[in-house]
C-alpha cells in the first residue's frame, strides 16, 4: 500500500486558480504537479466551493474537528466556524438542558434523531458534552421492547398517580390480571423506571394521657364496623398552601373508609362542622351511627351536639390529647397532604387550585384507589359489591 503524498498549500491554491481559469484540464494540471488521483483536484475544489480554504493548510491525516482549525488559520474562517456551532447550540438548547446532569436519556434520543439530518451525531453530542458511546447506549436502550409485565406495573402506577408502593401494586397485578409475582420484584421493576410512591412522612409520636371525657368514648380505637352507617369518624384539618389559611372538615364511615361528607371553609366556625354533618346525614340512614370525632370546640358546641341527637347519632369522643383514637381519619388526612400536597410550594399555589387539588383527591380516594382491607377494591367499589 503506497503513502499518502503530502501537498504543500501553495500548490493545492495554485491548481484551483488553474482550474477556475478553464484553461488547464485535471490531466494537464496532474503532470505538471505529479497528482497522482483526479478525486484530489475535485476535494481541493469542493474545499473551496464551500469557503473551507482552511483545509488546505491540514496536515496529512484525521481532520480537524469542528470549530478547531489550525493555529495559523484566518481569523475570518474561525470566526464562521464559531457563529455556525454557536448557532447549532442556540438552537437544541431550547430542546435539552445544557447541563450533562439534567440531560433526559430519551429526550436527548429524540433530539438527535430530530436533527441528524442537519447536524452529526458527534457534533450534538459534543454540544451537550454527551460521549456518542453513551449517546448510542440511550438509544440501545430507548429501542428495547419493555415486556408486558413491565408495562402493567408502569400504567397501574400512573393511572394510581404514583400514590401506592410496591406491594399494593402487587395485589392489583393479581387481582386484575391473574398476575403473580414476588413483591420484590415488582420493587424493583418501579425502581427501574423510577415510579416508586411518594412516601408519607411519619407522624411524631406523642404518650396518650388521662384527660377528663366530656362525652364518652364509645369507639375505643376499634375502628372495624360490618355494616355502612354504623360506625363515622370526623375530624378538621388545616391546608397551608395557598395565599391563605384553608380548613377541611372531613366525616369517613369505617365500613368501607369511604368519604360521605367533606367541607372546605378559610373558618372554623361551628356552621362549618355543622354543614358537613347536614351532608353526611342527607339520604342516609343515622339512627345506629357512632360518630366519634376529638374534643375540638366545635364537636363539644351545643349546635353541634344538639344537630346529631336530631339525627339519631351517638356521639363519641377521643381523650384530651390522644391521637390515636381517632387515628384513622388523622391518617387519611395525612396521606391526602403527602400525596397530594408534599412536592408543591405554597407560592405556586391559588385558593381555588387546593381546593381543586381537594376536591380531585377525594374523588380519586373513593372511587380509585384500592384498599388491601377492601380486598383491593376501592370504597364506593367495595360498598357496591358488598350490595
Known amino acids: 500500500m503506497g ?12 491548481v484551483i486558480r488553474l482550474k477556475l481559469s478553464g484553461e488547464w484540464t485535471n490531466r494537464e494540471i496532474m503532470e505538471r504537479f505529479g497528482i497522482k488521483n483526479r478525486s484530489q483536484i475535485k476535494t481541493w475544489m469542493r474545499w473551496h466551493r464551500n469557503d473551507e480554504n482552511h483545509r488546505l493548510a491540514q496536515p496529512i491525516g484525521k481532520q480537524y474537528t469542528f470549530g478547531k482549525g489550525p493555529e495559523d488559520d484566518s481569523e475570518l474562517a474561525q470566526l464562521k466556524r464559531k457563529v455556525t456551532y454557536y448557532e447549532m447550540r442556540d438552537e437544541l438548547m431550547g430542546k435539552v ?41 440511550w438509544k440501545r436502550r430507548a429501542n428495547q421492547k419493555i415486556p408486558d409485565f413491565h408495562q402493567l406495573i ?19 397485578l393479581w387481582k386484575d390480571y391473574q398476575i403473580k409475582k414476588n413483591r420484590k420484584t415488582v420493587q424493583k421493576v418501579m425502581q427501574k423506571y423510577e415510579i416508586q410512591c411518594r412516601v ?26 360490618e355494616k355502612p352507617n354504623q360506625k363515622w369518624v370526623t375530624d378538621i384539618t388545616y391546608l397551608p398552601y395557598g395565599p391563605k389559611m384553608l380548613y377541611l372538615s372531613t366525616i369517613m364511615d369505617l365500613y368501607n373508609n369511604e368519604v360521605i361528607a367533606y367541607k372546605i371553609s378559610d373558618s372554623q366556625q361551628v356552621d362549618f362542622v355543622l354543614e358537613t354533618l347536614r351532608e353526611a346525614c342527607n339520604g342516609r340512614e343515622t339512627h345506629e351511627v357512632i360518630l366519634h370525632s376529638d374534643q375540638g370546640a366545635q364537636y363539644t358546641s351545643y349546635a353541634f351536639q344538639a344537630l346529631a341527637k336530631e339525627n339519631g347519632i351517638t356521639t363519641s369522643m377521643s381523650r384530651k390529647g390522644n391521637c390515636f383514637d381517632n387515628a384513622v381519619i388523622e391518617s387519611f388526612h395525612s396521606s391526602l397532604k403527602s400525596e397530594e400536597f408534599a412536592a ?16 380531585n383527591y377525594m374523588y380519586y380516594y373513593n372511587y380509585i384507589r384500592p384498599f388491601s382491607k377492601l380486598n383491593c377494591h376501592s370504597p364506593v367499589e367495595y360498598r357496591t359489591v358488598a350490595a
Open 154 to 172: 408502569i400504567n397501574t402506577c400512573k393511572q394510581l398517580s404514583h400514590r401506592v408502593g410496591h406491594r399494593k401494586v402487587r395485589e392489583i
Open 3 to 14: 503513502k499518502n503524498r503530502f501537498y504543500p498549500e501553495e500548490v493545492k491554491q495554485e
Open 97 to 137: 438542558p445544557r447541563n450533562r446532569k439534567e440531560v433526559v436519556p430519551e429526550i436527548f434520543v429524540e433530539v438527535v434523531e430530530a436533527f441528524k439530518d442537519r447536524f452529526t451525531t458527534k457534533e450534538i453530542c459534543e454540544c451537550f458534552e454527551i460521549p456518542r458511546s453513551t449517546y448510542y447506549r
Open 200 to 225: 408519607k412522612v411519619k407522624r411524631q409520636k406523642y404518650i396518650a394521657g388521662e384527660s377528663k371525657i366530656i362525652v364518652p368514648n364509645l369507639l375505643k380505637q376499634d375502628f372495624k364496623a
Open 344 to 359: 408543591q410550594l405554597r407560592a405556586t399555589l391559588t385558593t381555588t387550585i387546593v381546593i381543586e387539588k381537594v376536591i
